[in-house]
C-alpha cells in the first residue's frame, strides 16, 4: 500500500515570503498522481496543484510550483509571495495511475500560518 | 451548479444512536467517497462506489455502511454510534472523463457524546 508522509506538522511564514512544505511517499508503481490539497478555516478541500509522475517539467499554478523527485519520491510544495490567505492547512495526496477505483491516500497534513 | 454537497452539516449524537450522513453531487459522477479528518490523522478513506449500486471497503471501514441507490447520492450510516466516531466526514466525487481532481464536500462535524 501506498503512504505519504508530511514531516512537517507546522510552518509558518512572513507575508510576502516564500515557503516551502515537504511531502514524501512511497509506491512501487511507476505511474501515479499527486496533488497539493489546502483546507482553510471554511474546511473546503480546494485543489492547489497536481504533477504525474510521467512528466519530468514540474507543476506551476501562478505563486505555487512543485519540485517534484521522482527517485527521491519527493513532491514538495513551494509557495512564493505569500498572502494572508494561504494561511490554511496543506495536504499531500497520492493516486494510482492504475486500478479503477481513484482513491486517494493523503498525508496528515501541515499547517502552514502566515504572518503580517 | 451546487457541485457536492453535505447533509447535515453538523450533528451531535448520544453513544448508541444511529444516523445516515447524504451526500448529493450534480455533476453526474460515477465515483463517489466517503473520509474522515481527525485531528493530526489526515483524511482517511471509509468506503467508496464506482458506480450506481456498488460499493466498496476503503481504509477505516469498521462501524460504517453505505449506500449508492442513485448515482447523484452516497449515504453513509452509523447503526451504533460511539466516541471514536466524533469526527469531520467529507464526501467527494470524481469521474474519469473529468481528470484528475476529486470534488469535496463541505464537510459534516459530528459529535458523539
Known amino acids: 500500500a501506498q503512504t505519504v508522509t508530511q514531516s512537517q506538522p507546522e510552518m509558518s511564514v512572513q507575508e510576502a515570503e516564500t515557503v516551502t512544505l515537504s511531502c514524501t511517499y512511497d509506491t512501487s508503481e511507476s505511474d501515479y498522481y499527486l496533488f497539493w490539497y489546502k483546507q482553510p478555516p471554511s474546511r473546503q478541500m480546494i485543489l492547489v496543484i497536481r504533477?504525474?509522475?510521467?512528466?519530468?517539467q514540474n507543476a506551476t499554478e501562478n505563486r505555487f510550483s512543485v519540485n517534484f523527485q521522482k527517485a527521491a519520491k519527493s513532491f514538495s510544495l513551494k509557495i512564493s509571495d505569500s498572502q494572508l490567505g494561504d494561511a490554511a492547512m496543506y495536504f499531500c495526496?497520492?493516486?494510482?495511475?492504475?486500478?479503477?477505483?481513484?482513491?486517494?491516500?493523503f498525508g496528515k497534513g501541515t499547517l502552514l500560518t502566515v504572518n503580517p | 451548479n451546487a457541485g457536492v454537497t453535505q447533509t447535515p452539516k453538523f450533528r451531535v449524537l448520544k453513544t448508541g444512536q444511529s444516523m445516515t450522513l447524504l451526500c448529493a453531487q450534480d455533476?453526474?459522477?460515477?465515483?463517489m467517497y466517503w473520509y474522515r479528518q481527525d485531528p493530526g490523522m489526515g483524511l482517511r478513506l471509509i468506503h467508496y462506489s464506482v458506480g450506481e449500486g456498488t460499493t466498496a471497503k476503503g481504509e477505516v471501514p469498521d462501524g460504517y455502511n453505505v449506500s449508492r441507490l442513485k448515482k447523484q447520492n452516497f449515504l453513509l450510516g452509523l447503526e451504533s454510534a460511539a466516541p471514536s466516531q466524533t469526527s469531520v466526514y467529507f464526501c467527494a466525487s470524481t469521474d474519469p472523463g473529468q481528470g484528475y481532481e476529486q470534488y469535496f464536500g463541505p464537510g459534516t462535524r459530528l459529535t458523539v457524546t
Open positions: 504533477q504525474e509522475a510521467y512528466k519530468q
Open positions: 495526496a497520492y493516486r494510482s495511475a492504475g486500478g479503477s477505483n481513484y482513491k486517494l491516500t
Open positions: 455533476m453526474n459522477h460515477e465515483y
